[in-house]
Every structure is written in structure tokens, then in C-alpha cells.
């Protein structure tokens, strides 16, 4: 059984995962009104991942006998600028997350809560991830300035992402 104060933080992390979900459609929006296709397929197939992460903990707290209240979701911004600046901010916005789910991590360790551990390592593991492919992106980004062919050549190489 989950402790209320670990279901309510788990509460809280399924709405900032699908934030984020909402964050990157958002993103990919901005992406087609350009004809970055490209890098708004990855974007979309981006926030269905962050809807499986949310549904991953909305299940894990049904199994544990806890109650799933789902929150309100903020509007994310309408602009993000350069997909340079974009991306920086994907960056950033994983990082929040990765800092996010230490946080649960700890959380679920001080309540004694074992199998929450164990479900976490898995965010863990897949916040490495994260931020590694944000950062690969960002470091192309930086090396063609966000601009030019390697704009394009980055377009199509992140069209190709399965998901």
C-alpha cells in the first residue's frame, strides 16, 4: 500500500508527464507551422512517450491500491523560437524532470516504499536517456548554428525516428 504522502507525489508526476506531453506538442506545432517536419514528427512521438511515462505511474499507483486524482494541466507556451532555442529548452525541460524523479526517488526511499524504488530506477534509467538524445540534438544544432543544410539534414535525420 502507498503511503498518501508518496500517492500524492505520484499524483502530481503523472500531471507533469503529461505536461510534458503537452509541452512537445506544443513544440511540434510550432515545428510544422514551419516545415520542420522533421523535427515535429520527433516531437510528437516525444509526447507519446511522456504519455506512456504518466500512464506507467497512474498504473503502478492502481496496483498498489492507491487512487489516481488526476490534476489540471497548464497551458504550455505557443512560441519557442529557433529550433536551436527549442531544444535548449527540451534540454532544460529534462533536466527538470530528472530532478523531479530524484525527488520521488528519495521520496519513496524515506517512506520505505521498495517496489516505488524499483519503479523509479526505471525513470532513472530513462532520464539518462532523455537527456542524452536532447543533447545530442542541441550539439547538432549548435554545430550547423541552427541554420542552413545541416537545418535540413537534421530535419530528415529526426524524421526517421520510429515510435
Same mark, same amino acid.
Given at each position: 500500500?502507498?503511503?498518501?504522502?508518496?500517492? $500524492?507525489? %505520484?499524483?502530481?508526476?503523472?500531471?507533469?508527464?503529461? #505536461?510534458?506531453?503537452?509541452? #512537445? *506538442?506544443?513544440?511540434?506545432?510550432?515545428?510544422?507551422?514551419?516545415?520542420?517536419?522533421?523535427?515535429?514528427?520527433? *516531437?510528437?512521438? /516525444?509526447?507519446? $512517450?511522456?504519455?506512456?511515462?504518466?500512464?506507467?505511474?497512474?498504473?503502478?499507483?492502481?496496483?498498489?491500491?492507491?487512487?489516481?486524482?488526476?490534476?489540471?494541466?497548464?497551458?504550455?507556451?505557443?512560441?519557442?523560437?529557433?529550433? @536551436?532555442?527549442?531544444?535548449?529548452?527540451?534540454?532544460?525541460?529534462? /533536466?527538470?524532470?530528472?530532478?523531479?524523479?530524484?525527488?520521488?526517488?528519495? %521520496?519513496?526511499?524515506?517512506?520505505?516504499?521498495?517496489?516505488?524504488?524499483?519503479? %523509479?530506477?526505471?525513470?532513472?534509467?530513462?532520464?539518462?536517456?532523455?537527456?542524452?538524445?536532447?543533447? #545530442?540534438? @542541441?550539439? @547538432? @544544432?549548435?554545430?550547423? $548554428?541552427?541554420?542552413?543544410?545541416?537545418?535540413?539534414?537534421?530535419?530528415?535525420? *529526426?524524421?526517421?525516428?520510429?515510435?
Amino acid at each position: 500500500m502507498l503511503s498518501k504522502k508518496l500517492e $500524492e507525489a %505520484l499524483n502530481e508526476q503523472i500531471k507533469n508527464e503529461l #505536461y510534458s506531453a503537452y509541452l #512537445y *506538442l506544443a513544440m511540434a506545432a510550432q515545428c510544422e507551422a514551419q516545415n520542420l517536419n522533421g523535427f515535429a514528427h520527433w *516531437l510528437k512521438v /516525444q509526447a507519446k $512517450e511522456e504519455i506512456g511515462h504518466g500512464m506507467k505511474i497512474y498504473d503502478f499507483v492502481n496496483d498498489r491500491g492507491g487512487r489516481v486524482i488526476l490534476k489540471a494541466i497548464e497551458q504550455p507556451p505557443v512560441e519557442f523560437g529557433t529550433p @536551436l532555442d527549442m531544444f535548449k529548452k527540451v534540454l532544460e525541460h529534462e /533536466q527538470k524532470v530528472t530532478s523531479m524523479i530524484n525527488q520521488l526517488y528519495e %521520496l519513496a526511499k524515506q517512506e520505505n516504499d521498495y517496489p516505488a524504488q524499483v519503479m %523509479l530506477q526505471w525513470f532513472i534509467d530513462e532520464q539518462v536517456e532523455e537527456e542524452k538524445n536532447a543533447s #545530442y540534438i @542541441l550539439a @547538432l @544544432l549548435n554545430y550547423t $548554428e541552427g541554420k542552413g543544410q545541416g537545418l535540413v539534414l537534421l530535419d530528415r535525420e *529526426l524524421g526517421k525516428r520510429e515510435g
